[in-house]
């Protein structure tokens, strides 16, 4: 139902059968919607920068009192910091979807012809690499700088990354759709992100920690990132699936209800 | 192409659509007016499929809005863009999402450049543009795709001289090539120029309907002449510049002021209340 003269798409291949060239229209629209999505993430790279240089700077002054403290020092203090620093990276996820909102574009997008989930990947996946990339960047400095052993087993590690980064995604979107403001994220975010990682061994080593707090420790999902990140690094595979499947069952629940609320177009002043 | 029967919508105790029904023919620009609250936007909102109404249907070239998704031309009322984007990044976004690839989206978004006059200012980011220029800007990546329904909420609404011009004659174009458009405007002379027909809304549905000469018809306006010696002569009309061409023909005395008033939107709701009091 366009005009006419409308300019017709020359480049798809004639004869294609129609479920091919579905596919292929829909990939072309997730692709467009995540190059605008990151290049709007690296145009404003201040925070991502921050969360990367932190922990860093972080890991080399932490890292005597560590290794004096409990066996294995330089692997706590590595992994520790690389998990909080990457819950504080829930808010970089929140900010880029709420922005959808607070600039109104994200109803612009519901107009075209991507259907929500295209929309939804193509918002996500700039963020999902980022996150990736944060905490590959992360423990490859652990090891070259910290005395990280180097993993066994490379393979696990980026599975486990990809995991964790799934669930923190999940995590701020579903922030991004019930808050109000960005303060109110910025808030929510930075003080959930310190109380839940340290609270899951990612600043003081459990083993350390009082009874109480490590039983507590199991309603963080930063404790069990902590315990899947360090599990994959040894290269211990079965030590890390239990983890794993926690925290893709936390993603999964808080995702399903983020996508619901976006698809929706959530914030529009009515009800939930 | 766009038939709307009987839409209603509510807000809680808010009854935003009662009853609101217009239909647009292909070709056809229909100023849709009407005081702020008057449910012009929500009505465009059910059309765009971003919200669902609780009573009524619509169609789109026979179509659901559900199954017409992207095929609409939507420029919000409200001012819509990614600050940190360029003019051009917005256009091929949008472009992009409606399937358009390599030659042919670059020619589309040349087109949208020449047409909505953002030729110096395509590799500018959208938030640092004047208010006219976003405008544009957000008219230009709504018509990107060459829709054959364009829903204009406000346009011009703040929008400088240049920006109201640019946006009159891409209507016209559109329209001219086949496009169904409504328009939403709080300034008459607009819909003048675009020779459209007028739809008035109050209370959540369409109240008046007709093309500008029949609702117009009867609405005063005025012309006033001052002569030299101060003597004034007014006159209440429904066609000032007519009247005001004869008036000139007629007094042969030195004139040292004419004004000229046309009839406004509020004369047009003015006059309409009085016709619907029982
Ligand atoms: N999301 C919403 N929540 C509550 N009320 C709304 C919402 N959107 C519109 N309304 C109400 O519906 C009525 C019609 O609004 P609108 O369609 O924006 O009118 P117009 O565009 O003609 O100014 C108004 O009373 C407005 O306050
Ligand atoms: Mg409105």
Redesign the pocket.
């Known amino acids: 139902m366009l005009l006419d003269s409308a300019p017709r798409d020359s480049t798809r291949p004639a004869g294609a059968p129609a479920r091919t060239s579905r596919l292929l229209d829909a990939a072309y629209r997730i692709g467009a919607l995540a190059r605008h999505n990151a290049t709007l993430r690296l145009r404003d790279p201040g925070q991502m920068i921050s969360y990367i240089v932190m922990p860093m700077v972080l890991m080399l002054v932490l890292k005597p009192l560590y290794v004096r403290a409990v066996d294995g020092g330089a692997a706590q203090v590595a992994t520790g910091l690389m998990v909080m620093f990457s819950v504080f990276a829930i808010s970089l996820v929140g900010n880029s979807i709420l922005s959808e909102r607070t600039w109104r574009t994200w109803d612009r997008l519901r107009v075209s012809r991507a259907p929500a989930p295209e929309l939804l990947v193509g918002k996500t996946l700039p963020l999902f690499v980022v996150m990736v990339v944060q905490q590959t960047v992360l423990l490859v400095y652990g090891c070259l700088a910290i005395g990280l052993p180097v993993p066994p087993n490379p393979v696990y590690v980026l599975l486990a990354i990809m995991v964790w980064a799934f669930a923190l995604l999940a995590i701020g979107a579903l922030l991004a759709t019930v808050v109000r403001s960005h303060g109110e994220l910025s808030v929510i975010s930075d003080v959930g992100a310190l109380t839940l990682s340290s609270l899951g061994g990612a600043l003081v080593p459990l083993s350390i920690m009082p009874e109480w707090a490590q039983l507590a420790a199991h309603v963080s999902p930063g404790y069990w990132a902590l315990s899947m990140m360090q599990a994959a690094v040894r290269g211990d595979a079965a030590g890390a699936v239990p983890s794993a499947l926690v925290l893709l069952a936390i993603g999964l629940v808080a995702g399903a209800f983020a996508a619901r609320r976006l698809a929706r177009g959530w914030g529009?002043?009515?009800p939930m | 192409m766009l038939v709307a029967t009987d839409l209603v919508k509510r807000?809680?105790t808010?009854q935003?659509l009662d009853g609101f029904s217009l239909n647009v023919a292909a070709g056809e620009i229909v100023g849709l007016v009407?005081h702020?609250?008057?449910?012009?936007?929500?009505?465009v909102e059910i059309v765009s499929y971003l919200i669902r109404p609780d009573g009524g249907h619509v169609t789109i070239d026979g179509r659901p809005p559900s199954a017409t998704r992207g095929e609409v031309g939507v420029a919000p009322?409200h001012i819509a863009l990614y600050p940190s984007a360029t003019v051009r990044e917005h256009l091929e976004l949008y472009g992009r999402l409606a399937g358009l690839r390599r030659a042919a989206l670059r020619e589309a978004v040349e087109d949208m450049s020449t047409m909505l006059r953002l030729g110096g200012i395509m590799d500018r980011r959208a938030g640092k543009l004047s208010g006219g220029q976003q405008r544009r800007t957000q008219a230009a990546s709504a018509l990107v795709h060459r829709p054959a329904l364009l829903l204009l909420d406000e346009p011009t609404a703040g929008a400088d001289l240049e920006t109201r011009q640019a946006m009159l004659d891409v209507v016209k174009q559109r329209a001219g090539e086949g496009a169904a458009v409504v328009y939403?405007t709080h300034y008459l002379p607009e819909l003048t120029e675009l020779q459209a027909t007028i739809a008035v809304?109050r209370g959540?549905r369409v109240i008046a309907r007709g093309t500008c000469e029949e609702l117009l018809k009867d609405l005063p306006g005025e012309v006033r002449v001052t002569l030299a010696d101060r003597e004034e002569v007014s006159v209440s009309t429904s066609e000032p510049t007519v009247t005001l061409i004869d008036l000139l023909r007629r007094i042969d005395r030195p004139i040292s002021a004419v004004d000229v008033r046309n009839p406004s939107l509020d004369d047009l709701y003015r006059s309409l209340a009085v016709h619907d009091a029982p």
Request: cysteine-free; aromatic content about 10%; proline content about 0%.
């Open positions: 529009r002043g009515g | 807000y809680g808010i935003a009407g702020n609250g008057a449910g012009k936007s929500t009505f009322q939403t809304a959540g």
